[in-house]
């Protein structure tokens, strides 16, 4: 489960529809659509769209919707839900984030794990090994779609 701030609430849709209004009548818990937005002029790589029944309600943030869009790309299925909105009182906006779960596609073999260093062979065949702090931050998801 991965909860993920919306960001670009506060702009209109295509079709003028305020995404403030969309989310001032949006329940906490209720289903939202992930849908990969590849034409999207400010990120091609990994705009991920929040839409919920009445409309776009805004984006994954840039830096969870590179994980998201991978994921999205790759045949992952998901179930999504708004935790929120929040907000709109007294003159603020609504705010929301979206927790979503995302499950490989059947048949194929996740492993989650951490980087804690990499061997092997440099270019001129020199056998070596590194290790960093950042690495053993990071998690490195691993799939198969046959037995590995």
Known sequence: ??????????????D????QKILSHMQS????DLIREPNHPEDPYSAVAVVGAMGKIGYISRDKAVFASDFLDNGFSYLAKID????????KNYG???DAHFMPPEGST???????GITGYN????????MSKNWKKELLDLQWEEDP
Do not use: D, L, Y
């Not at 489960?1 to 295509?14: C, D, L, P, Q």
């Not at 818990?29 to 939202?32: D, F, I, R, S």
């Not at 996740?110 to 804690?116: E, G, L, N, P, S």
């Open 1 to 14: 489960m991965e909860s993920m701030k919306i960001t670009g609430v506060t702009f209109n849709n295509e």
């Open 123 to 130: 270019e001129v065949g020199k056998a070596e090994r590194k």
């Open 16 to 19: 003028g529809v305020s995404r």
């Open 84 to 91: 929120g909105p929040w907000g709109g009182q007294e003159g």
């Open 96 to 98: 929301a984030k979206v």
């Open 29 to 32: 818990g209720e289903a939202v």
């Open 110 to 116: 996740i492993i989650r794990t951490k980087v804690i």
